[in-house]
């Protein structure tokens, strides 16, 4: 429950600090955090406009940070639905994977879509969910990218490199 929380003050955060929750929208009255989102005012670090310091930078930044989180999330969960899950005394594997794949999804699919589900059907802005559908899915591809090919071919690169010194030092 506590993560389920966590996962929605991160939504309210990050749609804050991506402006989307703002003083003229639907949920300004319960999900509006004035504190944060004055970042996000014309002219300021966020500023959707590309009016503030660095646009192209910063206005990405509360997008990247909220994929962080959620993958950072994730991992958690997966430690904490594993532990649940081995309580839970089931007659079989079979039984023990279908809950553990039972709790994982949803806890993933809460954590991962919150915030496209409160552009869509709170605010019913389909701007707005088109902009971070196309920001989520093109730094979670970059990311995935990153981690599934460049940081490999650094390693390997990296450890022959240190094979090719061992070898040298050795002769």
Known sequence: MFLLILAFSVMVVSL??????HKFSYSRNYLLLPSISWMC??????????????????LKLPIILHIIIIQ???????VVANIL?????HRSPTHHEN???????????????????Y???IEAD???LRRNLVSLYTFDSIRRLS?????????????RTMAKKENKSTL
């Open 16 to 21: 804050n600090l991506q402006g989307y929750i």
């Open 41 to 58: 005012d014309e002219g300021q670090y966020f500023d959707r406009s590309g009016k503030g310091p660095m646009p192209f930078i910063l």
């Open 72 to 78: 950072v999330m994730n991992k958690v969960y997966q």
């Open 85 to 89: 899950t081995n309580w839970e005394n």
């Open 99 to 117: 809950a553990l794949y039972i709790k994982r999804f949803f806890f993933e699919a809460f954590d991962c879509y919150i915030a496209l589900f």
């Open 119 to 121: 552009l869509a059907f």
């Open 126 to 128: 389909i701007v707005l």
């Open 147 to 159: 981690c599934e090919t460049i940081i490999p071919l650094i390693m390997r690169k990296a450890s």
